[in-house]
């Protein structure tokens, strides 16, 4: 792609970035923010800003700071293929490339809010589930609180593992990488006591088989 075609029309400085080619991020209009700015707000990994959101902090009167800030004291828990709201206006979008799983494969993307979230960001398996098998008694537990199978096997393999400690959350992350076995529990109620209605859903390391089954059952 022609890089003159691309330049932005807005001084991405006054934001707080420098400018960065095109070449830097799989989609022309947007930059990749230097891990050395990362690393002042204890953040890591790949984080890209479109010159759209660039453009709109500065109006509102904040600094790229000001985001990273907002985004390093984030609390709750974000899922790949999820979008969160950082500052009034502006979005950013939890990615993972299956195409980099050996090194920086999971990336942020921080826009403008837009009517939808963020389309040009497919939410992509993370792993083959190989052949998918449910127990009939956790079928029957799915049935009588009105949930279907098919979603829970869907946020499984986008990377949604629900209830999972931060270090078990860890090792699917590097079972990915590796090849080992990818686990993860859902409470079908609010209810999150360890005796609430839950399934498990497991892949195996070799990926032949993904089963959704009872926690008893196993």
């Known amino acids: 792609m022609n890089a003159k075609n691309t330049q932005p029309s807005i001084d991405t400085n006054n934001a707080g970035v420098p400018p960065a ?4 991020h799989h989609r022309a ?35 790229l700071s000001d985001l990273l800030d907002r985004l390093s004291g984030w609390s709750d828990p974000v899922l790949v293929g999820q979008t969160i709201i950082l500052m009034e206006g502006i979005q950013a979008y939890f990615g ?19 009517d939808v979230s963020l389309p040009f960001c497919p939410r992509i398996s993370l792993f083959p589930l190989g052949q998918v098998l449910a127990t009939p008694a956790a079928l029957d537990l799915l049935a009588e609180h009105g949930l279907n199978a098919t979603d829970f096997i ?14 078990d959350a860890q090792m ?9 076995r990818i686990f993860s529990a859902y409470y079908l109620t609010d209810d999150h006591r360890r005796s609430a209605p839950r399934v498990w859903v497991i892949t195996e390391a070799d990926r032949s088989v993904t089963t959704l089954f009872l926690p008893e059952e196993y």
């Open 96 to 114: 993972c490339d299956a195409h980099r799983l050996d090194d920086g494969e999971f990336y942020m993307d921080i826009d403008v809010i837009s």
């Open 154 to 167: 869907e946020r499984h393999r986008l990377g949604d593992w629900s209830e999972l400690p931060a270090e």
């Open 172 to 180: 699917n992350v590097d079972s990915i990488k590796l090849g080992g």
């Open 21 to 24: 080619p095109p070449e830097a």
């Open 29 to 63: 209009g947007w930059v990749e923010i230097p891990k050395s700015e990362l690393k002042k707000h204890y953040l890591s990994g790949r984080v890209y800003i479109s010159f759209a959101a660039l453009k709109a902090l500065s109006l509102a009167g904040f600094s």
